[in-house]
C-alpha cells in the first residue's frame, strides 16, 4: 500500500540526500551525478533548487498561494491580482504550480537545476523564463545538447511547449526510466479521495474539475 501511495508525495520512498537539504530517489543517484561530471567537465555546476516534495509541502504551496501569501504570476511571468472567483483561483494558481498530490516532484525523479557557477554572489534563484534564457542560457544550452543526443543518461524535460497547459519549465528535468515506474501506480479516484480528506484552498471546483484538470495539467506530463 505505500509504494502506491508514492506518487502522491505519500507512503515511505526510499531517499538519499543529493545535496545539502535535498533529497531524491535512491536509484536516480549515479545517473544523476554522471550528468553532474558532465556539466563540471564544460564548466557548469549543476546545482539543485529543488528535488523531492512531500504533499503536504505541496498542498502548503498551493494554499499559500490561494491565500495570497505567495506571489500569483501570470503566464508571462508578471505578479498578477488574487482572483476573487474559486475557479479562476485556481487555474491562475495551475499556471505555475502542479496540483497537490500530481507534482512530479512527489516522485523524487525530478529536480530544478541551474548553474551555480552563473549565479552572481547573493543572487535569489527565482526560476523563470528570463533566468534561463539569460544568466543560464550557456548551461541550458549543455543540456539541450545532451537531451538531443539522448546523452543525459535517462534526464530530459518534462515542461516543454505545446505539452499540457502548465507553462514550461527549462529548469525542471527528470529521470524518466525512474519515474515511469512510480506513475504506474497513480490513479484519479485515489487521488481524488485524498483531496476530499484534505483541507486544499479551492477543494470544490477542484473536484468537480478533477477528470479535466487530469487530461490537461498531469497525464500530458506522464512521459
Known amino acids: 500500500m505505500t509504494e502506491d501511495l508514492l506518487p502522491y ?43 523531492y516534495r512531500p504533499f503536504e509541502r505541496q498542498l502548503s504551496i498551493w494554499n499559500r498561494k490561494a491565500r495570497g501569501e505567495l506571489p500569483l504570476l501570470s503566464a508571462e511571468g508578471e505578479p498578477m491580482e488574487r482572483p476573487q472567483d474559486e475557479e479562476e483561483l485556481m487555474y491562475a494558481i495551475l499556471t ?26 547573493g543572487y535569489e534563484v527565482q526560476l523563470t523564463p528570463e533566468e534561463c534564457s539569460g544568466m543560464f542560457a550557456a548551461f ?22 505545446g505539452r499540457g497547459k502548465i507553462r514550461p519549465e527549462g529548469w525542471h528535468i527528470a529521470h524518466l526510466p525512474t519515474s515511469r515506474k512510480r506513475l504506474e501506480h497513480f ?6 479521495k485524498i483531496y476530499e480528506g484534505s483541507d486544499m484552498a479551492c ?12 487530461e490537461e495539467y498531469i497525464y500530458p506530463y506522464f512521459v
Open 187 to 192: 490513479s484519479l479516484d485515489t487521488l481524488h
Open 96 to 121: 505555475w504550480s502542479a496540483l497537490p498530490g500530481a507534482s512530479r516532484h512527489h516522485l523524487g525523479t525530478d529536480l530544478d537545476v541551474v548553474d551555480g557557477r552563473a549565479c552572481p554572489e
Open 140 to 161: 541550458h544550452k549543455f543540456l539541450d545538447e545532451r537531451f538531443a543526443t539522448d546523452g543525459a543518461f535517462g534526464f530530459d524535460r518534462v515542461f516543454v511547449p
Open 203 to 214: 477543494k470544490r471546483v477542484v473536484l468537480a474539475r478533477l477528470p479535466q484538470l487530469a
Open 9 to 51: 508525495g505519500l507512503g515511505k520512498p526510499n531517499l538519499v540526500e543529493a545535496a545539502p537539504g535535498y533529497l531524491v530517489d535512491s536509484e536516480i543517484l549515479p545517473f544523476l551525478n554522471k550528468l553532474k561530471a558532465e556539466a563540471a567537465a564544460e564548466g557548469f555546476e549543476l546545482r539543485i533548487e529543488s528535488a
